[in-house]
């Protein structure tokens, strides 16, 4: 019997607001590397709209979620050619000093900075540092604190939950801990997109 595959509902509820962003700030061609990819539905679904001069690589920390990406994305990777190539999802933790891309002109996080401990962004930004040629975006989506503050009672509350499930995890203030941890590896201030349910997209782009 084959295992279905893995589903996200949040994917379905934020995936046209973050494509529109993400074909606003995309490059026409090049590597889009996708940290965190989760079950894959992202990749699946945003990679048919965006240019055919691209080329989406899903990834992940966790080697149980790889065979849920390719599961998702193998009709496009098998099918005819439909907007971004998808490419086989790697096994990439943030943390590590390695990587297993070396250059991307593009990377897209979305939903991992508050459902891990915080070393996990920190080495998210220094690997899209290493990674991303001056100008280029690293979009990260999702709930954050402002100066500080819930924006939101919803967020406030999510907040509590997931430190109740993980004491190292949480939202992140983009104010007093992203943004100055992003400018310590030489991204500039970002584009901040308003988008539905009281989440973010954050552009930073590199120096
Ligand atoms: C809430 S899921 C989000 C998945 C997907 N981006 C989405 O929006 O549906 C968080 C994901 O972050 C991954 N993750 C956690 N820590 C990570 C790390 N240090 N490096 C890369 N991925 C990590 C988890 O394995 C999980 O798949």
Same mark, same amino acid.
Request: hydrophobic share 45%.
């Given at each position: ?34 940290? $965190?990819? *989760?079950?894959?539905?992202? =990749? !699946?679904?945003?990679? @048919?709209?965006?240019? +055919?001069? /691209?080329?989406?690589? &899903? ?61 996990? $962004?920190? *080495?998210?930004?220094?690997? =899209? !540092?290493?990674?991303? @040629?001056?100008?280029? +975006?690293? /979009?990260?989506?999702? &709930? ?64």
């Amino acid at each position: 019997m084959t295992q279905p595959l893995p589903h996200a509902p949040a994917t379905l509820r934020n995936r046209e607001p973050i494509l529109a962003v993400l074909r606003e700030i995309l490059p026409d061609q090049g590597l889009l590397l996708e940290v $965190a990819s *989760g079950t894959g539905e992202h =990749a !699946a679904f945003m990679a @048919p709209h965006l240019s +055919p001069r /691209l080329a989406w690589q &899903p990834s992940d920390a966790d080697p149980a979620a790889l065979a849920g990406i390719d599961g998702h994305t193998q009709p496009l990777r098998e099918g005819p050619p439909q907007g971004a190539r998808i490419l086989p999802a790697l096994r990439l933790d943030t943390t590590a000093p390695v990587w297993p891309v070396d250059r991307a002109e593009a990377i897209f996080c979305c939903n991992m900075i508050h459902i891990a401990p915080w070393v996990a $962004a920190l *080495g998210l930004l220094a690997g =899209a !540092a290493r990674l991303l @040629p001056p100008g280029a +975006p690293l /979009l990260l989506y999702g &709930p954050f604190k402002r100066g500080g503050e819930h924006t939101a009672p919803s967020n406030a509350a999510f907040d509590r939950t997931l430190r109740e499930r993980d004491a190292a995890w949480g939202l992140r203030c983009l104010d007093h801990e992203v943004v100055p941890a992003a400018a310590a590896q030489g991204f500039i201030a970002p584009e901040i997109h308003q988008l539905p349910a009281n989440n973010l997209a954050v552009v930073l782009r590199r120096r």
